[in-house]
T-cell receptor, first 113, second 112 residues
Framework: GENVEQHPSTLSVQEGDSAVIKCTYSDSASNYFPWYKQELGKRPQLIIDIRSNVGEKKDQRIAVTLNKTAKHFSLHITETQPEDSAVYFCAALFSGSARQLTFGSGTQLTVLP | SQTIHQWPATLVQPVGSPLSLECTVEGTSNPNLYWYRQAAGRGLQLLFYSVGIGQISSEVPQNLSASRPQDRQFILSSKKLLLSDSGFYLC???????????FGPGTRLTVL
């Protein structure tokens, strides 16, 4: 079945450093890859996404890269700030009915002041 | 613009009691709707999805059920709750043919 692997499960960085979270997916037909940020006790919020026809997308301090050949995609956060501390989930949209997303298991990012 | 509501926000129920959680979406028509459950400190588990009124697909067999009585209303139910049903229940919507999914504020359920 469809699968998304996410690493690392926890990540601690110093404020101002960069953070990278990586995901791999199993279905080569996947064409949409979103990233969600979930603060403690809150709903997941879509922060950035990428479609299979581009290799990189940036939005201020966050960027996502996609390597379709290797079936992996990554989230890059530069100049991290304490408010970036949260759980981050990657996901992939697999071909099939209802356009379902399959989520990775999440990464707890802690930005140390 | 589109908004999604869930209620109640929190719920404490005894084992064996019934459950009804409601999700409504405003500002869109014929959305795809989803129910997810998130156990404490864990990932997102897809429970049910719906592409239209009365159309429900189940991803995980369990003592929960879902219904979609109206285009923008999605209900999650149980006849008898188990301790393992505790968690954060999230409803999400997606435009028909679209990719992005947006989550509601969630219902935190504690079964005692």
């Amino acid at each position: 079945g469809e699968n998304v692997e996410q690493h690392p499960s926890t990540l601690s960085v110093q404020e101002g450093d960069s953070a990278v979270i990586k995901c791999t997916y199993s279905d080569s037909a996947s064409n949409y890859f979103p990233w969600y940020k979930q603060e403690l006790g809150k709903r997941p919020q879509l922060i950035i996404d990428i479609r299979s026809n581009v290799g990189e997308k940036k939005d201020q301090r966050i960027a996502v890269t996609l390597n379709k050949t290797a079936k992996h995609f990554s989230l890059h956060i530069t100049e991290t700030q304490p408010e970036d501390s949260a759980v981050y989930f990657c996901a992939a949209l697999f071909s099939g009915s209802a356009r379902q997303l399959t989520f990775g298991s999440g990464t707890q990012l802690t930005v140390l002041p | 613009s589109q908004t999604i509501h869930q209620w109640p926000a929190t719920l404490v129920q005894p084992v064996g009691s019934p459950l009804s959680l409601e999700c409504t979406v405003e500002g869109t028509s014929n959305p795809n709707l989803y129910w997810y459950r998130q156990a404490a400190g864990r990932g997102l588990q897809l429970l049910f999805y719906s592409v239209g009124i009365g159309q429900i697909s189940s991803e995980v067999p369990q003592n929960l059920s879902a219904s979609r009585p109206q285009d923008r209303q999605f209900i999650l139910s149980s006849k008898k709750l188990l301790l393992s049903d505790s968690g954060f229940y999230l409803c999400a919507w997606q435009n028909t043919g679209g990719n992005e999914q947006f989550f509601g504020p969630g219902t935190r359920l504690t079964v005692l």
